[in-house]
């Protein structure tokens, strides 16, 4: 089988390496859309209904093996657009949260991302500390801050000081989707790469796509879908081809944004108290009340500033507990192996810019 045709979805050789000569005979596409019991893939040329085979199903370990929206999965066809997913490709990033309420589980929001878009509306929507959690996404993908709904406030240069005088080294760009202002983003779409975008319901990311497309393409406004008891459901992802080139990934808003991962994920947001700590007296420091604490220190000389002081310490808080359970340790363990194996492609990546 030949591959080119697949490199606007984010094909490359890191997944192809992956295929095997007895799959060589296998349909490679990129799940689109989770259903709640089959899955949208693109192929070439082609957009499948694709279920997962039992043995799939049988075979992963937690949900988070299952496909999802951005992977790259093999198929074999069964009838003319049918077919059943194989195989899921071992994946180059992943963005995934805990999943609401009580249970411990990774719920995965979309895999295979370059770029994210974090989307905050400049309404009373605008939040220091979400931004820094939302941040926490971003493993193994470039962030890009995205402040949006730009007519409704006066002074957004206000806010974009705001943000970078407390989160150091991200890209922040300003727009008014609903006015069609949305060019600050065009530099981030490229052909090949991949952008997912989250943040919280209403601050207008179906919107964004909608500009970025042209035309109105996704749901907006009060969309929200109840189940028959009433329960918010989760919307499916939509992972969709720009004719331009790209590849756009909506996701539905949170309401509520666990972390799922460990202290690496929150060296993007607290980069600075990060390479403070290094100074603590003490290793296991929870830099609140011990003695010699280097982040204390600087907070009493105004150096840190103490709302990224305190949301440091309860996200520091919600991983540690996370890694006291033994089977949520082993996962991240697993998620912390493979980042590290696959450390250095990235960095080539980012290299070559895409
Ligand atoms: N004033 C203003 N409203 C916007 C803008 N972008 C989106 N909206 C509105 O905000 C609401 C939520 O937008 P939507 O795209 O559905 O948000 P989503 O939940 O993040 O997908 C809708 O009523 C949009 O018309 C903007 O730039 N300015
Ligand atoms: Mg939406
Ligand atoms: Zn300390």
């Not at 074999?76 to 309420?101: C, F, H, N, T, Y």
Request: with cysteine; charged share 25%; glycine share 6%.
């Amino acid at each position: 089988m030949e591959y080119n045709h697949l490199s606007p979805l984010g094909w490359n050789t890191y997944f192809e390496n992956q295929i095997t000569q007895d799959e060589r005979e296998l349909i490679v596409g990129k799940v689109s859309i989770e259903n709640k019991t089959n899955y949208q893939v693109l192929a070439a040329g082609e957009t499948y209904i694709a279920e997962a085979t039992g043995r799939l199903f049988y075979m992963a370990e937690t949900d988070a093996e299952l496909p999802k929206v951005g992977d790259w999965v093999l198929m074999m066809e069964i009838d003319k657009g049918k077919a059943v997913i194989q195989k899921v490709l071992q994946r180059q990033s992943v963005i995934s949260r805990k999943v609401p309420g009580k249970k411990l589980e990774e719920q995965i929001i979309a895999t295979n991302i370059d770029k994210l878009f974090i989307v905050q509306g400049l309404d009373s929507n605008f939040n220091l500390a979400r931004l820094e959690r939302y941040l926490a996404l971003a493993q193994n993908v470039e962030p890009i801050i995205v402040l949006n709904k730009a007519d409704l406030c006066p002074h957004p240069e206000d806010i974009v000081r705001q943000v970078k005088e407390r989160i150091k080294n991200v890209e922040i760009v300003v727009a008014a989707a609903l006015q069609n202002q949305v060019s600050t983003l065009h530099p981030y779409i490229k052909a090949g790469s991949t952008i997912a975008i989250v943040g919280s319901s209403g601050v207008g990311k179906s919107t964004i796509i909608n500009s970025l497309i042209g035309r109105p393409f996704m749901a907006t406004g009060e969309v929200r879908e109840l189940d028959s008891k009433g329960r918010h459901t989760t919307t499916s992802r939509h992972l969709m081809l720009l004719e331009s080139g790209g590849v756009l990934i909506d996701t539905p808003g949170m309401r509520e944004l666990q972390l799922w991962g460990d202290q690496y994920s929150l060296s993007t947001s607290f980069e600075d108290i990060e390479a403070l700590s290094e100074h603590c007296k003490f290793k296991n420091c929870t830099h609140t009340d011990e003695k010699g604490c280097a982040i204390t220190q600087a907070l009493d000389e105004g150096s840190v500033d103490e709302a990224h002081w305190i949301n440091y310490v309860k996200m520091i808080k919600e991983l540690a507990y996370l890694e006291t359970r033994q089977d949520v340790s082993a996962m991240l363990e697993r998620k912390n192996k493979w980042k590290k194996i696959h450390k250095e492609q990235r960095e080539l990546y980012k290299r070559r810019n895409i």
